[in-house]
């Protein structure tokens, strides 16, 4: 829980449902001289298609939209790396494990407002 709004908000979800909320979850700049940095607002999720975003949310905080790759070798090499040498948990992100062959099933699930879950592994 972040009272005073995050740093960082990252959204992977690719619904462009959640978008008009995400930089709402960020901090507000000061009024004042003081420097500090803005917060960021990463979009790491597959869009279908075009989206918006509300430009007074971000300019009131100054805040970048990223849209990183995710394809690159260099930076899959670096996340199996951290894997590996324990650097990087994902166990507490797993909710659900399921067969390749249920793969339909699980999008399916994933895609419902009452999803059971938010993240599902599937197993090949």
Known sequence: HFPHGADLVV??????????IAA????????DES????????????????????Y????MREMPVLVPRD???????????LLRRGRLRVDDLVEDIRPAADCQAAFDDLGRP???HLTTLLRW
């Open 114 to 116: 009452d999803a059971p």
């Open 56 to 59: 007074q949310s971000l300019f």
């Open 35 to 54: 420097f500090t940095p803005a917060p960021r607002l990463i979009l790491q999720g597959s869009y279908p298609g075009d989206f918006t975003l509300d």
């Open 11 to 20: 959204d992977a979800t690719g619904s462009p449902k959640v978008l008009p």
């Open 71 to 81: 394809s690159r070798r260099i930076d899959l090499e670096a996340v199996l790396d």
């Open 24 to 31: 709402t979850l960020a901090r507000d700049l000061p009024w």
